[in-house]
């Protein structure tokens, strides 16, 4: 099994930047497509990214794809998602969630973090 637990939520101003971390326990991201999800007050939750580790990334959350950018560093079984110029509507908690082997969108992500809260104010 894989844990998964994120960090670096938090208020941010408009405009602001944040740094969101998922780290790994349990077994090795290595063979792991990740997933960056979201999801606001009231909303579905919407796939922001996939970081594969063949070292491809996908972006699909059209409002978000010029502003994100996902890493791992598989060292540190770690994963990241670099957020920038947030928009109130960024607002939500961030998941990230892990699929074993090269999934799609459409992958089975059995493993899930317990989110991180992340508030942007105007």
């Known amino acids: 099994q894989v844990q998964l637990a994120e960090s670096g939520g938090g208020l941010v101003q408009a405009g602001g930047s944040l740094r969101l971390s998922c780290v790994a326990s349990?077994?090795?991201?290595?063979?792991?497509?990740m997933g960056w999800f979201r999801q606001a007050p009231g909303k579905e939750r919407e796939l922001i990214a996939l970081?594969?580790?063949?070292?491809?990334?996908?972006y699909f959350a059209d409002s978000m794809k010029a502003r994100v950018t996902t890493s791992r560093d598989n060292a540190k079984n770690t994963i990241y998602l670099q957020m920038n110029s947030l928009k109130p509507e960024d607002t939500a908690v961030y998941y990230c969630?892990?699929?074993?082997?090269?999934?799609?969108?459409?992958?089975?992500?059995?493993?899930w973090g317990q989110g991180t809260q992340v508030t942007v104010s105007s």
């Open positions: 349990g077994r090795t991201i290595s063979v792991y497509t």
């Open positions: 970081d594969k580790f063949n070292g491809a990334s996908t």
């Open positions: 969630a892990a699929c074993l082997g090269v999934c799609s969108r459409f992958g089975l992500y059995d493993y």
